[in-house]
Each structure stands twice: as C-alpha cells, then as structure tokens.
C-alpha cells in the first residue's frame, strides 16, 4: 500500500520542474502550469482537479474564468492574473467564455501509454471492493489485513488510522479533503508519479509491488 520506492522519483520531478520553470524561456500555456503542478510533486495536478470538483456546484463539468483563477490561486501556484488568463484563453479553443474540466485536466495530465493507464486501473478496480467507482476506509477494509503493519502491531494506529493515513496521500494539498478517492483522482495522482519513470517495466512492477497485482 505504501509508496516509498516512488520518493525519491518524486523528488527528482520536483526539482526538475523547479529548474525549468525557472529558466527563463517562453513555455506553452498548458506545460508552464503542468510544471507548476510537477513542483508540488503527485498530488499537484490532483489538488487542481479537486479543487475545481468542489467549485462544480451544478454538475455541468465546465469552469468560467472566475472558477479557473479561484482553484488555481486555491492551490497555491505561482501564475500572475495575466498568465492565468492567458491559459484561459488558450483553453478556451471554442470561445464559449468556459472550459471543459474533464477535457482540461486530461490536457494537464502527463501523457500515458496504455500499458500504463491499465495497470494503474487494476490498481483502482482492487482497491475498489465493492466497485461503486471510489475508494474509501471500508474498500480497504475490504482488500487489505493491517495485522503485520508495525503500527497496528505496536497499537500506535487503530486500523481506521491507518487506512484514513493512506487515503491522505491521495489528499495532500486538497482544499477540502474527504477521505473519498475517485478514479479520475487516483489516475491523476498517478499520471504524475508516471512522468518522474522512463522506464515501463519499473513502473509496472512498482505498481503490481504496491498493491500486491
């Protein structure tokens, strides 16, 4: 269930992203905010994606203007009034005044080969005992014993602790965090752990590693 083996992956993607947002050269609207988001490491992307989930009060998975600079300021990422409204525009492709969310962060998201898309759906349909398309703390109680964990094991951490500590991971950064886990999130978070790995047999093995596959 833990993700030690991709820390340091992590970290590397972080840095790379601080440095070249830093360099000074012109970049594509939609790849500056994409390193924005690889700056605050896996749950960049996916912190956007909630943020702009909770502003969609009536469902229509479209965001103005106001939205797209409220869940992008609500995150925390270093873009000026003008940038934001650059990428708006930019975003913007058909002149509706809105955006498609779905389509957005889909944009936002790393590109992933098939391979990977389906073994980190795998991931998901495991975790998602009774397949109502998200993970909570009764999924895990459903997939996963906390017997050996050294904590429940040394009564540090109830079983419940332990598996809300592991959707927090999913959560770091969200604006209102649930203790809910979408596949639409859990790809997200993914998609960004995918762009720090070159190479698809250490990413497939990572993932069969950490959910037992």
């Not at 790849?31 to 490491?41: D, H, I, N, T």
Request: aromatic share 10%.
């Amino acid at each position: 269930m833990h993700r030690e083996n991709a820390y340091s992956k992590e970290a590397e993607l972080k840095n790379l992203a601080k440095r070249e947002l830093a360099n000074g050269l012109d970049k594509d609207p939609i790849y500056k905010l994409r390193l924005q988001c690889f700056s605050r490491g896996a749950t960049g992307i996916l912190g956007l994606s909630r943020s702009f989930r909770v502003m969609d009060d009536d469902g229509s998975k479209t965001l103005s203007p106001e939205e797209f600079k409220k869940g992008v300021t609500d995150i925390g990422l270093d873009l000026s009034d003008s940038e934001i409204d650059e990428m708006f525009s930019s975003f913007d492709t058909d002149g509706s005044g809105n955006i498609n969310m779905t389509e957005f962060l889909v944009k936002l998201r790393p590109p992933m080969n098939n391979s990977r898309i389906s073994i980190i759906e795998k991931a998901f349909d495991k975790m998602d005992a009774n397949g109502d398309g998200q993970i909570t703390v009764v999924d895990l109680k459903n997939v996963y014993s906390v017997r050996d964990h050294p904590k429940y094991l040394s009564g540090e951490m109830t079983e419940n602790q332990i598996f809300t500590q592991f959707l927090k991971n999913f959560e770091v950064g969200a604006p209102n965090p649930d203790g809910i886990v979408t596949r639409e999130e859990f790809i997200n978070y993914y998609a960004t752990i995918s762009a720090s790995i070159d190479n698809d047999a250490y990413f497939d093995l990572m993932m069969r590693q950490a959910y037992k596959l």
